[in-house]
């Protein structure tokens, strides 16, 4: 049971590493709920770089916190890729206070997030000023997360497979800088103590490196009050150095492993400020949102992984590896070819809302999760992509750009894997 217990968590890192946990935003759709007013926000910059962003809004009795750090696996040192998975181990399993407490990481992110009532904001900010401060890390606190991040690379190279294809893809299309690997390289990891990463931590996890977000049924004046005597004497920090630019993109099928059984197509977005990314979201909630029984599933996070969409599946019983990769790559692609429709764009709406700013905030929605939303404006913040019109852009685009979009998804701009088995 134990051993069953630590693979489930090692799979559960591995996909919030890549991004594929998907929060879906849901509008209040058709139903008689008069329109929220939009939630009364206080923006400010602390001395010491921490950007802050108060959001006052009915959600019921709690109030979400989320600490966006422009910290992530793109800049760990050199020699020593994990670096940032041991720290998000780490702090995922001594998160303590809090039950609703969490810490994950990305390639350019890193982010802590906890609900809590009301009446315990201060001291949640306390709690938060105390991690910005030291790192109280053990050293058998240490090695279970070094562990766990060796066992989560030993699943990303043949222990699962899926997750092995979904790896190889993203590295094939988007490779990591500086000759690291998502989720990290075994024999660097392997080589990180305990010192340095209590040192990388105290470096660089500080204000600012950092967007705090406080949303729920909040005193803005009390709020601000409170997090300028718990935050501002932190010391600012320093930006991370990111490791330099990864090799060349690998592009068309790869067969990985004796045995492949699971399908990964990586499709790489662009940027947010790229005039053709609200299309690109209307392409990725059509796939996103077909219905079950193509033998594929589409997922695109543009919050924790804004830069990948996959399309992931299985290799059936009687079929060769790549002809289960050509079969789910023209499937997908048919599901793109109907015309652009007004669903198209409430299915964006839906999934992708409350990421990317296109729908008000519903009281019913920050009480159901307020993290979410919560980490949504941080990381919103970070990517900038407040200054962005996206809702002008989604309504503005037409048949002619959705059917260009499609060309994002040709073989010759995408990777696909196919994995199982061992990799030699």
């Known amino acids: 049971m134990r051993k069953r217990t630590l693979v489930a968590l090692v799979a559960l890192a591995s996909a919030m590493a890549l991004g594929i946990l998907v929060y879906r935003y849901r509008s209040s759709g058709p139903a008689a709920v008069a329109p929220a007013e939009p939630p009364a926000v206080q923006a400010l910059t602390l001395p010491n770089g921490l950007a802050v962003e108060l959001v006052a809004a009915e959600c019921g009795d709690s109030v979400a916190l989320a600490v966006a750090f422009g910290v992530g696996t793109d800049h760990d040192p050199p020699g020593q890729s994990g670096m940032v998975r041991i720290l998000e181990r780490a702090l995922a399993a001594s998160v303590g206070g809090v039950a609703t407490a969490q810490f994950e990481s990305g390639s350019a992110h890193s982010l802590y997030s906890a609900v809590v009532p ?25 090695a279970a997360a070094r562990a766990a991040v060796l066992a989560g690379i030993e699943q990303r190279s043949g222990g699962d497979p899926e997750l092995t294809a979904l790896t190889y893809a993203a590295e094939s299309i988007q490779p990591s800088p500086g000759g690291g690997r998502r989720g990290g390289v075994a024999s660097e990891v392997e080589g990180i103590d305990r010192d340095a ?12 490196n950092a967007r705090l977000v406080v949303l729920g049924n909040v005193d803005r004046a009390a709020a601000t009050t409170s997090i300028e005597q718990a935050l501002t004497p932190i010391e600012a920090g320093k930006p991370p150095s990111p490791r330099p630019p990864g090799e060349s993109r690998v592009i068309g099928t790869l067969v990985m492993g004796e045995t492949p059984s699971a399908v990964a197509m990586a499709v790489p977005a662009p940027p947010p400020e790229d005039e053709r990314f609200s299309t690109f979201l209307l392409l990725a909630a059509r796939l996103s949102s077909a219905a079950p029984g193509g033998g594929w599933t589409a997922r695109y996070d543009p919050v924790r992984l804004p830069e990948t969409l996959f399309v992931t599946g299985p290799v059936g019983p009687a079929e060769g590896a790549e002809p289960a990769a050509a079969r789910i790559r023209a499937d997908a692609l048919r599901k793109l070819q109907s015309p652009l429709a007004a669903a198209d764009r409430a299915a964006a709406r839906e999934r992708f809302g409350g990421f990317v700013g296109l729908g008000e905030l519903q009281p019913r929605e920050c009480a159901g999760d307020p993290r979410q939303l919560a980490i949504a404006r941080a990381r919103r913040g970070q990517l900038e992509l407040t200054k962005l019109k996206l809702a002008e852009s989604l309504d503005a685009t037409t048949q002619d750009a959705f059917a260009a979009g499609t060309s994002f998804f040709d073989a010759s701009r995408t990777t696909t894997v196919i994995a199982g088995g061992a990799i030699r």
Do not use: G, M, N, S
């Open 118 to 142: 009301r009446d315990q904001v201060d001291a949640e900010l306390v709690r938060i000023a105390t991690r910005l401060t030291r790192l109280e890390l053990t050293e058998a606190q240490f």
């Open 197 to 208: 990463a209590v040192a990388f931590w105290a470096a660089h996890f500080k204000p600012r």
